[in-house]
């Protein structure tokens, strides 16, 4: 059984920081490009990040701001976020979609992150 847990999220002021965690079990961690989405109330999802073989994309929003990592040894990614913004706020979602067979993927469950003073 596929499962995709984050962590981490959390109340943050203007500015600060959050790292959040994504951890996979019952699956090839290596073979899944792996991403982080967000949804804003009212919004629709949208893709924060993501990572396929070692090149990492961002949405212009969080570039200069958001580091996307992951450790295959551990079955895990992170995302680093500095200078965090109200627009931040929003449930981060991890993502995992097989590289070889057409829909595989999978989601976790949601971490909300709430940037506010």
């Known amino acids: 059984q596929v499962q995709l847990v984050e962590s981490g999220g959390g109340l943050v002021q203007p500015g600060g920081s959050l790292r959040l965690s994504c951890t996979a079990s019952?699956?090839?961690?290596?073979?899944?490009?792996m991403g982080w989405y967000r949804q804003a109330p009212g919004k629709q999802r949208e893709l924060v990040a993501g990572?396929?073989?070692?090149?990492?994309n961002y949405t212009d929003s969080v570039k200069g701001r958001f580091t996307l990592s992951r450790d295959n040894a551990k079955k895990t990614m992170y995302l680093q976020m500095n200078s965090l913004r109200p627009e931040d706020t929003a449930v981060y979602y991890c993502n995992g979609r097989h590289m070889y067979i057409d829909n595989e993927e999978y989601w976790g469950q949601g971490t909300q992150v709430t940037v506010s003073s």
């Open positions: 990572i396929t073989g070692g090149t990492v």
């Open positions: 019952g699956m090839i961690f290596r073979l899944y490009i």
